[in-house]
């Protein structure tokens, strides 16, 4: 049965439609290699089917073109000029239609995706994706209380679960500014961990560091030489963590100062090595202080109290403290105890704590 020219067209697509079909069952059995798209297709099977697909297509047009024109005498070349333009819109939209056809590579690409590099910051976004932007609060260009930065600082946030009272280190605006600058892991880790090796346990850091905030600007090293150098005057470790917990500002002064001070008490109050390092361990902040307050009762006690410079040592070997009393309680509780209650000299240095208790007077 001879086909009109007007139903060769749908013909054709009827076909062309059978042959897609099977292609595309063909190519879920047989993988091809194939370059993966941007949106998961493959490039290279299908211009080989659609290649195929074409070539067919045109020599089964040409075969019935043929045929018709031996039959009907009243085909001319306009109307296989309308044939073909008829055909050939119907061919490039079922080209696109192949273009939709998932290849065997697209779960393998979905599986790339997540190595795709990030979006730009600079691609534009549209009204919706905008609202659902949520932008942190501005930091704030000054502030009179750290509070306003700690949601912005993992440093200062530590420095919290560590027990660092930020209230006390905010009165001091330097050292605020010191803590905004540093860095947790680059500044402060190594300085916790030199610590806890000297002996302060993780309990005590937080009052440690709210005293001593100054540490952070020390240099590290020099806090292990001064260490060293305590070590090296025969105190013990237990002697050096006791020491810094009473003293935090000890690891703040130079080893130059440090045997200042040991030789100043050693020589002034004329103790052994074996009695100065006692003194200083039981009172370390003999060593960070001022000297003026203990040269002042050291004066009082010989010059206005009367007592002998054995007795002065007798009494401040007892009671570290009575070196830096204050000098006009001292002055009081001496004349309530030696004059009112008729306690002499002796009985006071053998009993010292005489002068280091409140009396009503």
């Known amino acids: 049965m001879a086909l009109s020219a007007q139903q060769i067209p ?5 076909v062309k439609l059978r042959s897609l079909i099977n292609a595309a069952q063909l190519t879920k059995r047989f993988t091809r290699p194939g370059r993966t798209l941007l949106h998961g297709f493959s490039a290279q099977p299908q211009m080989s089917s659609d290649n195929c697909f074409l070539q067919w297509g045109f020599k089964t047009y040409k075969t019935s073109s ?60 549209s009204e919706e994706e905008a609202i659902q932007i949520i932008a942190a609060p501005p930091l704030p260009p000054s502030s009179f209380t750290l509070q306003d930065y700690v949601d912005h600082s993992e440093t200062l946030q530590k420095l919290v679960l560590l027990g660092v009272d930020l209230s006390k280190i905010e009165k001091h605006p330097d050292a605020a500014n010191l803590l905004l600058r540093l860095d947790f892991e680059a500044d ?36 292990k030489t001064r260490v060293a150098y305590l070590h090296s005057k025969n105190f013990s470790k237990a002697d050096v963590a006791q020491m810094v917990r009473k ?19 050693q020589k002034e109050l004329q103790l052994s090595v074996k009695k100065t390092r006692d003194l200083v361990v039981r009172l370390p902040r003999l060593l960070t202080g001022s000297l003026e307050p203990v040269k002042e009762n050291m004066k009082v006690y010989h010059l206005e109290l009367g007592f002998k410079h054995n007795e002065i040592q007798h009494m401040i070997t007892k009671i570290p403290k009575m070196l830096t009393a204050n000098k ?9 105890v ?20 409140n009396y009503r007077i």
């Open 10 to 14: 749908r013909w054709f697509n009827s």
């Open 66 to 125: 043929l045929w018709n024109s031996s039959q009907t005498t009243s085909s001319s070349s306009q109307e296989n000029n309308s044939a073909q333009s008829t055909l050939l819109p119907s061919m490039n939209e079922q080209s696109e239609k192949t273009q939709k056809i998932p290849s065997i590579d697209s779960e393998v690409f979905l599986e790339e995706l997540d190595d795709l590099p990030p979006l730009s910051p600079m691609q534009p976004i």
């Open 188 to 223: 402060i880790k190594q300085i916790l961990l030199f610590l806890k090796d000297v002996g302060i346990e993780d309990n005590q850091l937080g009052a440690f560091l709210t005293k001593n905030y100054a540490i952070f600007s020390e240099d590290l090293e020099n806090m």
């Open 247 to 265: 003293a935090p500002f000890l690891l703040n002064f130079s080893v130059e100062r440090l045997d200042n001070r040991l030789g100043f008490f």
């Open 328 to 336: 006009r309680k001292l002055t009081e509780t001496f004349d309530y």
């Open 338 to 357: 030696h004059n009112v209650m008729s306690i002499p000299h002796h009985i006071i240095v053998k009993f010292p704590q005489f002068l280091n208790r």
